[in-house]
């Protein structure tokens, strides 16, 4: 997927990256120690690191204060942006609070959940490569925990500075506009969305942002509906806002009920089917 340009000044995660880099790298270590000393490669992945290993918990409650801070900040740049006073907007509300955590627990265990998908994934791999390498003489049994091991810290070096990054600014992305829908339903003022691409949108965004049989040229939704269905994650494949991907940087444009906007036209709505 490629990089979008931040065209919308979109919150890239930075507050978010140093915790998940520090929670994959903790879980390289524990992997690390669970294989030393170990003469056998004959470990399931799920023995060398388990689900219910340190980490979920502990990056949880440091990821909330600094989702709050961005769902503080972009339900206040909704606000603006549709002449409401930002102040009235209030992440501390038991409801919005709820919703915050709600959010973050979803993202934290699904983050994991990946985390140890490809871990089981390339461990398998790995193990594969290495039995083939002692039936071909050029490994012998006795190296074969010490190649695991290497190759396993090279693969967790290689790979998760990246996964932090994609997932920050993903999940960032992820946060802005969760909490520019909870701002606009909470305004009463915003009728829907319209997508919004970058200067330079992969073709999925493209896809979603265009739409022929809107005189407009765009694709908008009324307020709570998809834009598009992508993958099958239950969490994820309902696409209400962006992002569309890994890296997805478009946006939304709020479309004012037409009493507000003392606008007697109708709303043109067109969408994509579910
Ligand atoms: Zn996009």
Same mark, same amino acid.
């Given at each position: 997927?490629?990089i979008? *340009?931040?065209?919308?000044?979109l919150p890239l995660g930075s507050r978010l990256y140093p915790i998940l880099v520090g929670s994959f790298n903790a879980?390289?270590?524990?992997?690390?120690?669970? =294989?030393?000393?170990? !003469?056998?490669?004959?470990?399931?992945? /799920?023995?060398?690191?388990?689900? #219910?290993?340190?980490? &979920?918990?502990?990056e949880?409650?440091r990821i909330?204060p600094v989702i709050?801070g961005i769902?503080? !900040?972009?339900?206040?740049? =909704?606000?603006?942006?549709?002449?409401?006073? *930002?102040?009235?907007?209030?992440?501390?509300?038991?409801?919005?609070?709820?919703?915050?955590?709600?959010?973050? &627990?979803?993202f934290a265990?699904?983050t994991?959940?990946?985390f140890?998908?490809?871990?089981?994934?390339?461990?398998?791999? &790995?193990?594969?490569?290495?039995?083939?390498?002692?039936? &071909?003489?050029? =490994?012998?049994?006795?190296?074969?925990?010490?190649?695991?091991? !290497?190759?396993?810290?090279?693969?967790?070096?290689?790979n998760n500075r990246f996964r932090a990054r994609r997932i920050a600014q993903t999940e960032a992305v992820r946060a802005?506009?969760? /909490?520019?829908?909870?701002?606009?339903?909470? #305004?009463?003022?915003?009728?829907?969305?319209?997508?919004?691409?970058?200067?330079?949108?992969?073709?999925?965004?493209?896809?979603?942002?265009? $739409? /022929?049989?809107?005189?407009?040229?765009?694709?908008?939704?009324?307020?709570?509906?998809?834009?598009?269905?992508?993958?099958?994650?239950?969490?994820?494949?309902?696409?209400?806002?962006? *992002?569309?991907?890994p890296f997805?940087?478009?946006?939304?444009?709020?479309?004012?009920?037409?009493?507000?906007?003392? $606008?007697?036209?109708?709303?043109?709505?067109?969408?994509? *089917?579910?």
């Amino acid at each position: 997927m490629p990089i979008e *340009p931040n065209d919308h000044n979109l919150p890239l995660g930075s507050r978010l990256y140093p915790i998940l880099v520090g929670s994959f790298n903790a879980q390289a270590k524990l992997v690390k120690e669970r =294989l030393t000393g170990k !003469k056998s490669i004959f470990y399931t992945p /799920a023995e060398l690191l388990r689900p #219910s290993d340190k980490g &979920l918990i502990e990056e949880y409650e440091r990821i909330v204060p600094v989702i709050t801070g961005i769902w503080d !900040k972009s339900g206040k740049r =909704l606000y603006r942006a549709v002449g409401l006073d *930002p102040e009235r907007w209030r992440v501390n509300s038991e409801y919005l609070k709820a919703a915050i955590r709600a959010s973050t &627990l979803n993202f934290a265990e699904s983050t994991q959940a990946t985390f140890h998908e490809d871990f089981n994934g390339h461990y398998e791999l &790995l193990k594969h490569a290495i039995r083939a390498e002692i039936e &071909l003489g050029r =490994l012998g049994a006795g190296e074969t925990t010490e190649q695991l091991t !290497k190759r396993l810290m090279k693969y967790f070096q290689d790979n998760n500075r990246f996964r932090a990054r994609r997932i920050a600014q993903t999940e960032a992305v992820r946060a802005h506009h969760l /909490a520019m829908q909870w701002s606009a339903k909470d #305004s009463s003022v915003v009728a829907g969305w319209q997508w919004v691409e970058t200067s330079a949108s992969c073709p999925i965004c493209h896809a979603i942002a265009k $739409d /022929a049989n809107n005189p407009t040229g765009r694709r908008t939704v009324k307020l709570g509906q998809i834009f598009a269905v992508r993958g099958t994650n239950p969490d994820y494949k309902n696409i209400r806002f962006p *992002p569309a991907h890994p890296f997805c940087r478009c946006t939304l444009k709020a479309i004012l009920e037409p009493s507000y906007t003392h $606008d007697p036209k109708p709303i043109d709505w067109s969408f994509l *089917p579910a």
